[in-house]
């Protein structure tokens, strides 16, 4: 199992099927062919395809506003790309810790892992990759307000106590200082174990 490109666990991302943005419709990624592979040999997209993931982003970006629905709209795009080269996208939804990126990684067990990283990688920055960096750009750090309740209960029985204000890591770090990081981090690790114990959670 292949980890994508997003934070260290490159968790990233899910997909929501949206209509045209902005006036013009993102064309979603099109099947293998359609041009020789750019650059050298050992890269698996085609010019075309590149093209298109450029354009497809381009589109997304097109007001300088990036919103969930543009994400999980490329994020489709980003799942069509490595269909056509016969990857899975393994996709838990967004990351409750930070709301910026999304659970995910990539398969396939008839590959190396390094293969499919590479694929990854190559679709990750056709489809998705600038408009993953502006929407974390343009939408703070904001934790599931569930998974923070649990959070500041653990904090409450170490004696940390932070205000109603405190929506996500940085603001704990912020409130509580940098020599209570480590007592931070480990609780939220604990809700995210008691809350999503089935699925990797990338903290940041």
Known sequence: ?????????RVSIAALLI???????????ADRGG???AGSSDQHLTEKERADGAAAQE????????????????T?????????????????????????????????PELSDDEVGAIGDE???????????????????????ELMLVVK????????????RAVGIPDLDAELGED????????VRQAVSQLYPDSPVAIY
Not at 76 to 96: I, M, R, S, T, Y
């Open 180 to 187: 209570r990081r480590q007592d931070i981090r480990a609780c």
């Open 35 to 37: 041009g020789t592979a």
């Open 123 to 145: 679709c990750h920055g056709a489809w998705l990759g600038r408009v993953e960096d502006q929407f974390a750009k343009s939408n703070p750090p904001r934790m599931k307000p």
């Open 59 to 74: 589109a997304l970006l097109g007001d300088g506003v990036i919103s969930r629905a543009d994400y999980e709209k490329a």
């Open 76 to 108: 489709e795009f980003l799942g069509k790309c490595l269909q056509a080269h016969d990857v899975q996208l393994v996709n838990k939804g967004w990351n409750p810790v930070n709301q910026q990126v999304m659970t995910m990684w990539y398969r396939n």
């Open 153 to 164: 209960e653990c904090l409450r029985n170490k004696n940390l106590a932070v205000s109603d």
């Open 19 to 29: 209509g045209g943005l902005f006036g013009c419709s993102a064309s979603p990624p």
């Open 1 to 9: 199992m292949r980890m994508s490109h997003a934070g260290q666990l």
